[in-house]
């Protein structure tokens, strides 16, 4: 893992990716890395695919970070002089979109630090510890053999991705490991009630009116599988005034229930110009979401089925096509895939 140090330290201009949509340990983990390897007087951009939800808007380097969808032609300007890829949280380039090409065409060294299953073999080094929390607790460890104080913005963007990976430590959060962690995180700075107050309570009134609407009228349960599905139209998101950010979360909910053990959340959206032109001119994508819990894999059918993959209790998938054939796609598939 430390070898990723030395790459850092021959760098002078440094690009850091994450995955599109990006998320709580997406955003920590690669702007911990920014403000890392800006501490050290070198150049650092972080470059996502596409904008992050506002709820992580209030993290340390936020407002310096390049959207690559609306800011191509700067992004691709610093890519052009950069002597170092440092990827983060994502484990192949299709998990970054159009940035994906751009990457492949670079020709400096690409460092990957990830915790998906099945890393693609794209960089020329790469940190893969699907056990991990989340990637946030791999930069951690990284950064903390270097026996330096974290400042207060690296340990904020740190515990942002711990906190958001295990849903506030409530799944994939067994690891005894991450509990110095945190301890440590909190001695540098960290308060960890206004973060998650920051993160977590930070709705629209709109928002709380989808979720009842979700669960009231949509939320469709199969019982002999202990499975839930959710699905929303591009109508449905209008009429509550859909913000990006505005879904998360709400696949978790089913799960509250004794009787669920699974739970699909899908949500019409456009595809973007790149996604259509690899899709053979569809205009629409569903984005689907997946949670388990305990030994009930859903990685396999977000995989298999929808194009996607994850972990064993949180995945996501993807389809290019209409909602009722995403739904119908789910109805001729479920059964197979989870557990009676
Ligand atoms: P979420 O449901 O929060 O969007 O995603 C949960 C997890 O599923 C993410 O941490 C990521 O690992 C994985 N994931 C989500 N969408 C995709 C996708 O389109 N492709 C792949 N390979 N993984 C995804
Ligand atoms: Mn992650």
């Not at 691709?76 to 299709?94: E, K, M, Q, R, S």
Request: charged letters at 20%.
């Amino acid at each position: 893992m430390t070898s990723i140090l030395s790459y850092i330290q021959q760098a002078h201009k440094v690009a850091i990716f994450t995955h599109q949509s990006p998320d709580g340990d997406a955003m920590g983990s690669s702007l911990a890395m920014y403000h890392y390897i800006i501490s050290l007087g070198k150049e650092a951009q972080v470059i996502v695919p596409n904008a992050f939800p506002d709820f992580l808007a209030w993290m340390p380097g936020a407002d310096s970070v390049l959207l690559y969808d609306t800011h191509q032609a700067q992004a691709d300007a610093y890519l052009d002089a950069a002597d170092l890829v440092i990827c983060t949280d994502f484990n192949a380039p299709n998990r970054i979109g159009a940035l994906g090409d751009k990457m492949l065409s670079l020709t400096c060294p690409k460092v990957m630090i990830d915790h998906h299953l099945h890393p693609s073999d794209f960089a020329d080094f790469i940190v893969s510890v699907p056990e991990a929390s989340s990637t946030c607790e791999l930069v951690c460890e990284l950064l903390s053999t270097l026996n330096s104080q974290l400042s207060i913005p690296i340990a904020q963007c740190l515990y942002t991705g711990l906190m958001t990976d295990t849903g506030n430590f409530s799944y994939n959060s067994n690891r005894p490991q991450i509990y110095p962690m945190i301890a440590s995180l909190i001695e540098a700075g960290v308060d960890k009630d206004a973060i998650y107050n920051a993160v977590f309570n930070q709705y629209s009134v709109d928002r709380m009116k989808l979720v009842g609407y979700c669960l009231y009228q949509k939320m469709r349960v199969f019982p002999e599988h202990h499975a839930a599905l959710i699905y929303l139209n591009r109508k449905e998101l209008y009429r509550f005034n859909f913000q990006k950010g505005d879904a998360e979360g709400i696949v978790n909910m089913p799960l509250q229930s004794k009787d669920i053990h699974y739970s699909v959340f899908m949500r019409e959206d456009k595809a973007t110009p790149d996604e259509m032109e690899k899709n053979g001119g569809i205009k629409t994508k569903i984005k689907l979401s997946f949670r388990s819990q305990g030994d009930r894999p859903v990685n396999v059918f977000a995989s298999e089925v929808f194009n996607g993959g994850g972990h064993t209790n949180a995945a996501g998938g993807e389809y290019y096509g209409t909602l009722a054939e995403a739904v119908q796609l789910f109805l001729d598939n479920y059964a197979k895939y989870f557990k009676a």
